[in-house]
């Protein structure tokens, strides 16, 4: 006999034809007051059966009786990876201190210290699988072409590749025509699948980290593939990026509709899948990167091009905190309120959309109507992040955190040649290549020199091997894509070494 979840504050419905019809046709006010009230549930769930965050609660001497209104639930104090989740008993953090329930763990990276581990139920697979399979038939059509999805996203204790072959295996016994190949990060094999398998189907689904899909398309010629012959669609997650980068892979994989064929995912190992793309934030985003007051109007403080999803309130309810968005949400075995990922960006409602952009001189029911996708939208809420508070860059769907740059640089063997000063930045190459460049000072009257370069590459390529498993894990498949590159200065260059102002350890491309 199946055990009873601890708590559901979602059941994944029964009818998905309708309920795909009630995100279409019910007022965003309906989802977006299910949200506040799943949030209260929660909290109260929380805080009752789960020890660590009752004494997360005494810490900071909230009384829990007093949190009755979604304004008084915003007065709670803010979680953390640093402040809740390593501060307390692994075992206190599930309810009822019962791990019973669990399936599956993922681990964080370890960038910043030992990985941490979240265990994963039905409950939470469940919130995956209807998600997924509401951008699978949205977008994707699903019921209606023969389906070959690959999943390139890494395979092991990362959340990515499990996690969507689990819940992508359910969707597809459901009576789908959806046949998987769980790859992993191995272009060769990848591409095989593609050529001996891919027209044999309607559609094909790459799925997979965003510079590791660019390679597939690009590598395809090398096996005598030709994307003209397929009709493909993108599934992404882990990064954002660029309308510029999506209009180099949409041609030169001959994507249809871009607004329709492109899906990224917004998630993290803590709550899983938590927004995604739909045509209509697509539509919104690439009128912002052509309209500087339609930009300004909905991204007023970022200072690139941010990834702009729709969420389900009814499963993560997001708030917007000084500037960084926290949510709330059952997505592993270990519910968490109103935590910090960190990410930078903001939480619009699908009203306050609407509205923004017709202030701005833009109807978008109409501009979707255009453009053929006004049969697909959703009335969910809009989540958008641009940067993250932590520092971090994200190479090739691994976290690079300035910290592990500067360990490397403190080695005795580069001592008496460097500073320890440098910037960090991510870069993009004519054939649109994300690669990492460190810029680092070179100590007074030390000339730079291609040997010194190179010691200084290895020893930080080196550290990373052993220091980040997300990047050990992606070299080992691919290392020319992940080696940096490092570019020597002299002691005190304006550039990124200027003693006038704060040292930039991470310097951001602009929009």
Known sequence: MAKKLPFQYF????????????????????????????????????????????????????????IKSIEDFRTLPISSKENYLRRSNFIDLLPNRD????????????????????????EQDWQYEYIAEMFLKNQFEIDKKTTLGIIGFGIGIWIGGIFTYKNFNKIASKGYQLALAPVGNTAEIYLDIVKKFGNLFDQVILMGYAPFVKDIIDEAKDYGINWRDYNLRILTAAEGYSEKFKKYVAKKAS?????????NIY???????????????????????????????????????PTLVQYYPQIIYFEEEEDEVIATGYGSSIPLVRYRFPDIG??????????KLKDSGVDILIEAKKNKIDKNILHLPFVYVYDRSDHALILRGANIYPEEIKNALQDKLLDSYVTGKFSMEKKEDRKMD??????????????????LEKLIEVMITDFLKKENSEF????????????????LWPYGHEKHFSPKGKQKWVIKNEK
């Open 267 to 305: 998630g993290t190992v803590e709550l899983g899948t938590m927004a995604h793309e739909t045509p209509l934030s697509n539509l919104i985003r690439l009128i912002a990167v052509e309209n500087k007051t339609v930009f300004r109007a909905i991204f007023p403080k970022a200072n690139r091009l």
């Open 434 to 451: 994300e690669y990492l460049e460190i810029n680092v000072e070179l100590k007074k009257r030390v000339k730079k020199s291609k040997k």
């Open 99 to 122: 791990i019973s329930d669990t399936k599956t763990f993922s681990a964080t990276s370890g960038s910043t210290g030992e990985p941490f581990y979240f265990p994963r139920g039905d």
């Open 472 to 487: 050990s894990y992606l070299y080992s498949l691919d290392s020319d894509k992940l080696i940096p590159g490092v570019v």
């Open 346 to 355: 903001g939480v619009i409602t699908y009203d306050d959309m609407i509205s």
């Open 255 to 263: 994507l249809k509709d871009p607004l329709m064929d492109f899906v």
């Open 11 to 66: 059941k994944l419905p029964k009818n998905i034809d309708k309920s795909l019809v009630d995100l279409k046709t019910k007022p965003p006010s309906y989802w977006e007051n299910k949200g506040k009230d799943n949030a209260l549930k929660l909290f109260d769930f929380v805080v009752r059966k789960v020890p660590a965050y009752e004494r997360f609660l005494k810490r900071h001497k909230i009384n829990r009786n007093k």
